[in-house]
């Protein structure tokens, strides 16, 4: 827990003496991310796993961003056996601190902007005895007037209480200041 607090203290650090190319560098959003395990297994049945997505992001770089995200599961994780019942279990909340790199950005109007997003982080179960894993992500995203960002991508870790590699949809909206 130590490393993880000197990691976070060493990103704002380094994201403040940073200049930016932007006017407004810093971005809040809000969405969900809907993750899929085992969808690959014929004996059982995964049912996806709905969750509160909270990130806050600051443009270090024209093209390089660091963030920090708040995952909150809203439903258990759950499978579906071939005998028909229904096994649950809780995967905790997570913080995790990363960044991401965005290869393209296309003006498509005067106040529309459009790009992708190739990021990674290191992730930590908001727990007693939490895990520490690795996420990837990658998204398309519309940027309205410099202010708004609409976004939808996939996700990909070994987040959840069986530690299995997991894929999702991300999607949400943010806001630029």
Not at 8 to 21: D, K, L, P, R
Not at 49 to 56: R, W, Y
Not at 127 to 149: E, N
Request: charged share 15%.
């Amino acid at each position: 827990m130590y490393c993880f607090k000197i990691l976070i203290f060493s990103v704002i650090m380094f994201a403040a003496n940073c200049t930016h190319a932007q006017d407004n560098p810093w971005e809040i959003s809000f969405g969900s991310t809907q993750m899929f395990s085992g969808w690959y297994s014929k004996e059982v049945s995964h049912l996806p796993t709905s969750s509160m997505t909270a990130v806050l992001s600051y443009e270090i770089l024209e093209s390089i961003t660091v963030w920090g995200v708040f995952n909150l599961p809203l439903v258990p994780n759950q499978k579906l056996t071939s005998e028909g019942l229904v096994v649950q279990n809780q995967t905790p909340p997570a913080l995790m601190l990363g960044g991401s790199f965005q290869p393209i950005l296309i003006e498509v109007k005067k106040d529309r902007d459009l790009g992708i997003d190739i990021g990674a982080s290191i992730g930590k179960e908001i727990a007693l005895s939490g895990r520490f894993f690795p996420v990837g992500a990658a998204r398309l995203k519309l940027i309205i007037d410099d202010s708004t960002t609409v976004y939808a991508g996939v996700t990909t870790s070994p987040y959840n209480a069986d530690g299995d590699l997991l894929w999702g949809l991300i999607y949400g909206v943010g806001t630029k200041f």
